[in-house]
């Protein structure tokens, strides 16, 4: 395996440009700008409709220093196939040359992942495209004003899962849908999780997943400001605390095998991550404890999949 | 920033000029602004690999502390864009970075 990277491995290239309209402390932001810095200037980016896109490109301006399509909701995968097929065709006809290397990624939020392009995104896994597809999951629809996704966790305030006698956040009883295993379940050679909080770690990851042919998904946890109801310099910290709680676990998987890239041996409870959340401030300890249930058990599966203990029990 | 008119829209409504958010000065949004310590800075990078914004300048400047250490580069704030978060002075590992209220 080859030495890993560090902070000053990461280029200095920024290829989104300041002045896009991203909240102050927006997690996506930082996540954008060090897939770019993987990705290099020949690359064509594809969005649908997120809020990366809305504040990236406010007309007539954009903050992107490279291609970049904006396409429906439903179907950034499906689009980003077809760029990928597209530079395929030009290069048989000689309009580009074969050797140069053209990535394609898409980058959407959960609600266009998990939900309304999930179908687009299963055909390009499927069909074995050469695309990167990457979700940064803010864990609901943020740009339109706060409503759940498929991707909103267990007790979180949204708009549309609001808090009262009668709803207590989130109902979905159980962990979310798993993005992972869903691709792998699609046979793609490469996919991994990341966290902002951990940007060489995703840096390395994007850089990995470009360097395979064929379909490649990435999911990368995205603290919201205002959806999260959170203070924006805690944005980062509080990132770093859902690897730290197993809340987020950092893992890649390569052709069968499962490696976990930020082990953590002594794990902190959920609640120091949940408390610093305005969307989880009404629930009670016993609400809480359920949370806490769900990450164990998430935790011993991601251990049995590495085959070993990477993820330590919860610290007293 | 003055709008086109409709003639000089391209088809499409293309965007010819990458990155031309720059015009865009969202430093405006700033209540808090940050300033670093160069004395305390370690030069370590940290908050140049967080900001949402680009907003921290690398720049290869040389600077000498008052206890004479010696340092190749400079960490500057791009005041023009920095859109006040707090993030690099949360998670500057020296606390070198302080959040100044603006004036009005
Ligand atoms: C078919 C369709 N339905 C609804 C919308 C309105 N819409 C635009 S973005 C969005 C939410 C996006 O949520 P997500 O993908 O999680 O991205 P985020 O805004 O959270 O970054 C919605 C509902 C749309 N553009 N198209
Ligand atoms: S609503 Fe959330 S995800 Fe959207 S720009 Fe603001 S902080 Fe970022
Ligand atoms: S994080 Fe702090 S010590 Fe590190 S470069 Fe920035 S100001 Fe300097
Ligand atoms: S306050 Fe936020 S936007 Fe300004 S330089 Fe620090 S991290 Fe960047
Ligand atoms: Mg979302």
Not at chain 1, 114 to 122: E, R, T, V
Request: glycine share 8%; net charge positive.
């Amino acid at each position: 395996m080859s030495k890993p990277l560090t902070v000053w491995d990461l280029p200095k290239d920024e290829f989104l440009a300041p002045g896009h309209r991203m909240c102050q402390g927006c997690a996506a932001a930082i996540t954008i700008r060090h897939i770019l810095k993987a990705a290099g200037k020949d690359v064509i980016v594809v969005m649908p409709t997120c809020c990366g896109e809305i504040t990236s490109t406010v007309y007539p301006q954009t903050a992107w220093r490279v291609p970049w399509i904006h396409v429906a909701f439903e179907n950034a995968a499906a689009v980003a196939s077809g760029v990928s097929a597209a530079i395929e065709a030009l290069k048989r006809k000689g309009e580009i040359p074969e050797e140069k290397d053209i990535k394609v990624i898409a980058i959407g939020g959960d609600g266009g992942t998990f939900d309304i392009g999930f179908q687009a995104l299963s055909g390009t896994l499927e069909r074995g495209d050469n695309v990167l597809y990457v979700c940064y999951d803010n864990e609901a629809y943020m740009n339109t004003g706060i409503q759940r996704s498929g991707a909103t966790p267990l007790g979180a305030w949204t708009t549309t899962t609001p808090v009262g006698k009668v709803w207590r956040g989130e109902w979905r009883p159980k962990k979310r849908k798993d993005l992972i295993a869903i691709a792998i379940a699609h046979n793609v050679p490469y996919a991994a999780t990341a966290n902002p909080a951990f940007p060489v770690d995703l840096y390395t990851k994007v850089k990995k997943a470009l360097s395979i042919k064929g379909p490649k998904l990435i999911h990368v946890l995205s603290t919201c400001v205002p959806g999260w109801r959170i203070e924006p310099e805690k944005a980062v910290e509080i990132a770093k605390l859902a690897v730290l709680t197993g809340m987020w676990i950092n893992y890649e998987y390569e052709n069968g095998v499962y490696r976990v890239t930020t082990p953590v041996p002594k794990r902190k409870p959920v609640s120091v991550y949940l408390r610093l959340q305005g969307r989880f401030r009404h629930l009670t300890d016993e609400d809480i404890k359920k949370i806490q249930e769900l990450v164990d058990a998430d935790v011993e599966r991601i251990n049995k999949l590495v085959g070993k203990q990477v993820i330590g029990p919860v610290e007293s | 920033m003055s709008l086109p008119g409709w003639k000089q829209i391209p088809l499409g409504a293309v965007i010819l000029k990458p990155g031309n958010s720059v015009e865009y000065k969202t430093g405006e949004w700033r209540t808090l602004r940050p300033e670093i310590n160069q004395e305390k800075c370690i030069r370590c990078r940290t908050c140049w690999m967080f900001c949402p914004e680009g907003a921290i300048l690398e720049v290869e400047e040389p600077y000498k502390t008052q206890a004479g250490k010696e340092y190749r580069l400079t960490y500057k704030v791009n005041y023009d864009h920095c859109k006040g978060c707090g993030i690099c002075a949360n998670e500057c590992p020296v606390k070198a970075i302080t959040m100044i209220e603006e004036a009005i």
